[in-house]
């Protein structure tokens, strides 16, 4: 499985942004498909996650700002990022999941929230 991703930038606090990452490959065996982002000198955190079914998981920090959606047909999950804060700033991943448990990335996008 390939990921490619796209979307990210410079936006100023408030803004929005959508992130978009197109999975190609072994896309059958992909179950959950979703965002992990990580700050400088911070861990990794989950963003959003959504599974082939359409339900979704959000990180408590993005919740009600950001939105998970996903088109099974085009293998592409989206971001729309809403109301960013400069706390979002961060390198942003898009993360696929086999139904075997297996993890794929892509490789991350940057989004710089400042004014």
């Known amino acids: 499985v390939q990921l490619q991703a796209s979307g990210g930038g410079l936006v100023q606090p408030g803004g929005s942004l959508r992130l978009s990452c197109t999975a190609s490959?072994?896309?059958?065996?992909?179950?959950?498909m979703g965002w992990y982002r990580q700050a400088p000198g911070k861990q990794r955190e989950l963003v959003a996650t959504?599974?082939?079914?359409?339900?979704?998981n959000y990180g408590d920090s993005v919740k009600g700002r950001f939105t998970i959606s996903r088109d099974n047909a085009k293998s592409t999950v989206y971001l729309q990022m809403n109301s960013l804060k400069p706390e979002d700033t961060a390198v942003y991943s898009c993360?696929?999941?086999?139904?075997?448990?297996?993890?794929?990335w892509g490789k991350g996008t940057e989004v710089t929230v400042s004014s």
């Open positions: 490959g072994s896309i059958f065996s992909i179950n959950v």
């Open positions: 959504i599974t082939s079914g359409g339900s979704t």
């Open positions: 993360n696929a999941r086999s139904r075997s448990y297996r993890d794929y």
